[in-house]
């Protein structure tokens, strides 16, 4: 089992920048993509980027492109999205998954998720 912990939520104004970890615990050696996904109510959840073990980005979704940065460190077991220019249409609940062989929208190992609001 894989165990996903995210912060580094909460409110900011348009324009404003947070930067979201999720720390990844357990059987962490079998992972080789984590990704960030967003959800708001009623709907499914949103891929927007998945990060590879090596650092290869891919997945990522044209409406975060230039604005989030996904980026991993291995040796604390975590992975983070940079996120600038933030705009309210991204407020939402964010959570981070982990799967062993493929970036997906059904992805192995999920996060409880953490809510960001964007204010105008």
């Known amino acids: 089992q894989v165990q996903l912990v995210e912060s580094g939520g909460g409110l900011v104004q348009a324009g404003g920048s947070l930067r979201l970890s999720c720390a990844a615990s357990?059987?962490?050696?079998?992972?080789?993509?984590m990704g960030w996904y967003r959800q708001v109510p009623g709907k499914q959840p949103d891929l927007l980027v998945c990060?590879?073990?090596?650092?290869?980005?891919?997945k990522e979704r044209d409406s975060v492109k230039g604005r989030f940065t996904i980026s991993r460190d291995n040796a604390k077991s975590t992975v983070y999205l940079q996120m600038n220019d933030l705009a309210p249409e991204d407020t939402a609940v964010y959570s981070c998954?982990?799967?062993?062989?493929?970036?997906?929208?059904?992805?192995?190992?999920w996060g409880q998720g953490i809510q960001v609001i964007v204010s105008s």
């Open positions: 998954a982990a799967d062993i062989y493929y970036c997906s929208a059904a992805m192995d190992y």
């Open positions: 357990g059987r962490i050696f079998s992972i080789n993509y």
């Open positions: 990060i590879s073990k090596s650092g290869d980005i891919t």
